[in-house]
């Protein structure tokens, strides 16, 4: 059987670099938080309205126009959105337009298509 040269085969523990670590860890309600920030982005329907959102302020009638989809799914997702923070909204009359919430979560999502990208 062929050895998995990806597995450590050593019993050296750089405790340095342990310790270090154990004393940098998160809260576990961060950790938590974190990981549901990107579940909620492991949606493709999500990515998409990311997407537009952010190049543009958006309301559902042009993110439903954009997807092909109905208004009553993309309301779906963006309060889903909107609850975790990754969106905002701005009322003007009767229209609801949508951003994103703010430059972290636009750092964030153009990285991973950079990255994305980068890979092809």
């Known amino acids: 059987m062929p050895r998995n040269e990806f597995i450590c085969d050593c019993n050296v523990i ?19 938080k974190l990981a ?21 302020e958006m ?7 954009v997807l092909g989809m109905s208004k009553s799914s993309i309301s ?23 951003t994103l919430d703010d430059d972290h979560i636009k750092k964030v999502f153009e990285i991973g298509v950079e990255h994305i990208e980068h890979k092809k």
């Open 59 to 65: 309301c559902v009638c042009d993110i439903a126009n």
């Open 76 to 98: 779906h997702q963006l309060g889903t959105l909107r609850r975790s923070g990754i969106v905002k909204c701005r009322k003007s009359g009767k229209e609801v337009f949508y």
């Open 14 to 32: 750089h405790q340095n670099v342990v310790d270090e670590t154990i004393n940098n860890m998160l809260e576990k309600d961060t950790f938590n």
């Open 36 to 56: 549901e920030f990107f579940k909620i982005l492991g949606d493709t329907t999500r990515v998409k309205i990311l997407f537009a959102l952010d190049k543009n």
